[in-house]
Each structure stands twice: as structure tokens, then as C-alpha cells.
T-cell receptor, first 114, second 116 residues
Framework: ETGVTQSPTHLIKTRGQQVTLRCSSQ?????VSWYQQALGQGPQFIFQ???????GRGNFPPRFSGLQFPNYSSELNVNALELDDSALYLC?????????????FGPGTRLLVL | AQTVTQSQPEMSVQEAETVTLSCTYD???????LFWYKQPPSRQMILVIR??????QNATENRFSVNFQKAAKSFSLKISDSQLGDAAMYFC?????????????FGGGTRVLVKP
């Protein structure tokens, strides 16, 4: 069974640029959630995708957007990068969006915005 | 809005000893789930233990156990027989049982140091 994978592991961008982060869900999982973890803090929920549709969103501006593909992998796109977007971005997959499902996390992508 | 609070930024424990991490949460819901996740320096968030609010029995996973006090909205984690590999950040998390986009709400974390 393949776990959750994310790419790239590290990324450096400058303010105003755009970035795309990628996540492959665990085998058999159809739901992907994205979280932002600033240094020294707990993760904050960005949004969730279930069967290619957004299924819930946290308190993040529209410049944070996402996609989910038919194979259930997902992308997180951030436009007009700001310094405060520097963080660890975590992706988590689960069997479904139902209340029973536990989320399993990938290793994250560390984004630094200069 | 639900909030999760971990009041201990850092805890230190001697190898083979026991340490207890505190977590409190605020919610008006009656059905929910609580989790403890471990985040080692490798950054990957690993599920340690999960508790369903409707279950009165405290969850246990090998050396890890919880003390779930629903009325007090408290959910502490006990690590017994601590090992060097237990050193990590530990996050308490809450999830509503009936909501779209079953998001996790995390606390600020507790760093656990294990002394040999």
C-alpha cells in the first residue's frame, strides 16, 4: 500500500509569483485535504476535495485554489505569493469525507517566499 | 468556532518514564472525534490515537493512552515507557462528526523531549 506523497519537498519563490504543489493520495483514498502549517504552529485547514469537487474550505483567500484529478491526486495553487505564505503545506488523504474517516498525512512541502 | 488548546509548549521525560500531555477543546457539538498526531523532525504527521466522543471507554494503542473527560472537554495523552523515538511535536486535533469537509482543528502543539 502506497502512502501519501507530496512534491516538491522544498521550494523557494519570490513575492508575487505563483506556485503549484502536488499530492498523491494513499491507495484507495478519494478525498484530499490541504493544510498550512506556519513555523511553530499547528496546521490550519485550507480546503478539501472529494471526487474532484471542493468539499469545504477554511479561512483562506481565493488566491489559494485547488484541483483534484480523476486518479484522486490533487494540486494546491497559490497566486500572488506573500511573505506570510511561507510555511509547510501538508496534504492528507482519507477514504471519504464521512465522519468515520481518518486523515493520513504526507511529508509536506516547505515553501519559502522571499 | 471550535478551538483546541495545548497549554504545554514543551515537556521533558526520562527514557522509560511516563509523560502526560494536556489538551482542552471548546465545542458546542455532542458528536465529534479527537486525535493525537505526532510530528517528528521528518515533518510527516503520524496518527497516534483516535477517540470517538460517543465512546466512554478511553482509547489505547500500545504505550499510548488517553484520558477523555467529555464534560470537562479535556483530552490528555499518556505516553508510557517513553522511548527515544517518541521525541517529536505532538498535536491534539478535533473534528466535528457531522460537517462537510471534515476538517481537523489543531492545537498549537507540545514538543516532547526524551532524555536517555
Amino acid at each position: 500500500e502506497t502512502g501519501v506523497t507530496q512534491s516538491p519537498t522544498h521550494l523557494i519563490k519570490t513575492r508575487g509569483q505563483q506556485v503549484t504543489l502536488r499530492c498523491s493520495s494513499q491507495s484507495g483514498h478519494n478525498t484530499v485535504s490541504w493544510y498550512q502549517q506556519a513555523l511553530g504552529q499547528g496546521p490550519q485547514f485550507i480546503f478539501q476535495y472529494y471526487r474532484e469537487e471542493e468539499n469545504g474550505r477554511g479561512n483562506f483567500p481565493p488566491r489559494f485554489s485547488g484541483l483534484q484529478f480523476p486518479n484522486y491526486s490533487s494540486e494546491l495553487n497559490v497566486n500572488a505569493l506573500e511573505l506570510d505564505d511561507s510555511a509547510l503545506y501538508l496534504c492528507a488523504s482519507s477514504l471519504g469525507p464521512g465522519m468515520e474517516e481518518t486523515q493520513y498525512f504526507g511529508p509536506g512541502t516547505r515553501l519559502l517566499v522571499l | 468556532a471550535q478551538t483546541v488548546t495545548q497549554s504545554q509548549p514543551e515537556m521533558s521525560v526520562q527514557e522509560a518514564e511516563t509523560v502526560t500531555l494536556s489538551c482542552t477543546y471548546d465545542t458546542s457539538e455532542s458528536d465529534y472525534y479527537l486525535f493525537w498526531y505526532k510530528q517528528p523532525p521528518s515533518r510527516q504527521m503520524i496518527l497516534v490515537i483516535r477517540q470517538e466522543a460517543y465512546k466512554q471507554q478511553n482509547a489505547t494503542e500500545n504505550r499510548f493512552s488517553v484520558n477523555f473527560q467529555k464534560a470537562a472537554k479535556s483530552f490528555s495523552l499518556k505516553i508510557s515507557d517513553s522511548q527515544l523515538g517518541d521525541a517529536a511535536m505532538y498535536f491534539c486535533a478535533y473534528r466535528r462528526a457531522k460537517a462537510a469537509g471534515n476538517k481537523l482543528t489543531f492545537g498549537g502543539g507540545t514538543r516532547v523531549l526524551v532524555k536517555p
